[in-house]
């Protein structure tokens, strides 16, 4: 069955650098894209950006200069890196399959979410 | 950015009751997304493409709208339905609404 797990320190040091992987199995990350959403305590979420299957990456204009998405499709990983980490980026971070429908594509699967917590 | 409103922010229903969940997007957009997420839990896909129920939603549940007006029904509240609800749309930046905090009564 699809499933994605996040994994990753729970805590970061402001001005550091985010490090997550997103392990997925049950699809393949050359036919599905994945995307990172976050979420901080009690809030919408927030798409972050997206690795689409054919290795092309979409980023968030609010994230883009912090942000980098990569992926190894031998390990079936989707990792995600931001620096200059402040305490607004705490929260809980998820990695998403991407379903292409006829008309659109919407967030299918869901990870079971990291928390990461900026602070000194 | 398309900015997604929702309202109410929070609300309580009773069994047997219909609900309504509206979501306003700033600029239109073609379809709208909806997601249920409960404490301590990954949101889940809930209707897709504003009206299409997400597999195991039960058929209380209806979406409906156009342009920039889209909202979430349901018929006959269920203690189950007890969540949070989002809306979310797909042009760049994908956006999420802020969300509808809907408790039993």
């Known amino acids: 069955q699809v499933q994605l797990k996040e994994s990753g320190p729970g805590l970061v040091q402001p001005s550091e650098t985010l490090s997550l992987t997103c392990t997925v199995s049950?699809?393949?990350?050359?036919?599905?894209?994945v995307s990172w959403v976050r979420q901080p305590s009690g809030k919408g979420p927030e798409w972050m950006g997206r690795m689409w299957y054919d290795g092309d990456t979409a980023y968030n204009s609010a994230l883009k200069s912090r942000l980098s998405i990569s992926r190894d499709t031998s390990k079936n990983q989707v990792f995600l890196k931001m620096n200059s980490l402040q305490t607004d980026d705490t929260g809980t971070y998820y990695c998403?399959?991407?379903?292409?429908?006829?008309?659109?594509?919407?967030?299918?699967?869901w990870g079971q979410g990291v928390m990461v917590t900026v602070s000194s | 950015e398309i900015v997604l409103t929702q309202s109410p922010t929070t609300m309580t229903a009773s069994p047997g009751e219909k609900v309504t969940i509206t979501c306003r997007a700033s600029?239109?957009?073609?379809?709208m997304h909806w997601y249920q997420q409960k404490p301590g839990a990954s949101p889940k896909p809930w209707i897709y493409?504003?009206?299409k129920l997400a597999s195991g939603v039960p058929d209380r549940f209806s979406g409906s709208g156009s342009g920039t007006s889209y909202s979430l029904t349901i018929n006959n509240m269920e203690a189950e339905d007890a969540a949070t609800y989002y809306c979310?749309?797909?042009?760049?930046?994908?956006?999420f609404g802020a969300g509808t905090k809907l408790e039993l009564k």
């Open positions: 493409e504003t009206s």
């Open positions: 600029s239109s957009v073609s379809y």
């Open positions: 049950g699809f393949s990350l050359t036919s599905y894209s």
């Open positions: 979310q749309q797909w042009n760049y930046p994908n956006t």
């Open positions: 998403t399959r991407v379903l292409a429908t006829e008309a659109s594509y919407y967030f299918d699967y």
